[in-house]
Nanobody, 122 residues
Framework: QVQLVESGGGLVQAGGSLRLSCAAS????????MGWFRQAPGKEREFVAIISGGGMNKYYADSVKGRFTISRDNAKSTVYLQMNSLKPEDTAVYYCGKSRAVYTRATMYDSWGQGTQVTVSS
């Protein structure tokens, strides 16, 4: 069974950068589509970025396009989210999840980790 552990969150000023990591244990990491999602207080978990198993196909929410970059290292069973030009509205708990296909709905992903808090001050 795959377990996911997110890390790399923190407090940053607007315009700053953070790099999140999501380390996976278990087999067949490269066979999974991996997604980054975020959840702000009182809001539903929303799609941020998705990457296919081989890393060739990437998808981004309009709100982060051009600022965030998703990548993965299958040899290390890790997926990353590089976040640049951060805005206060990016403040949320960030989660990674796995899926068998590309979906933007969080309900189609599982094995969520504990999440990592990102706070962007203005």
């Amino acid at each position: 069974q795959v377990q996911l552990v997110e890390s790399g969150g923190g407090l940053v000023q607007a315009g700053g950068s953070l790099r999140l990591s999501c380390a996976a244990s278990g087999r067949s990491f490269s066979s999974y589509v991996m997604g980054w999602f975020r959840q702000a207080p009182g809001k539903e978990r929303e799609f941020v970025a998705i990457i296919s198993g081989g890393g060739m196909n990437k998808y981004y929410a309009d709100s982060v396009k051009g600022r965030f970059t998703i990548s993965r290292d299958n040899a290390k069973s890790t997926v990353y989210l590089q976040m640049n030009s951060l805005k206060p509205e990016d403040t949320a708990v960030y989660y990674c999840g796995k899926s068998r296909a590309v979906y933007t709905r969080a309900t189609m992903y599982d094995s969520w980790g504990q999440g990592t808090q990102v706070t962007v001050s203005s």
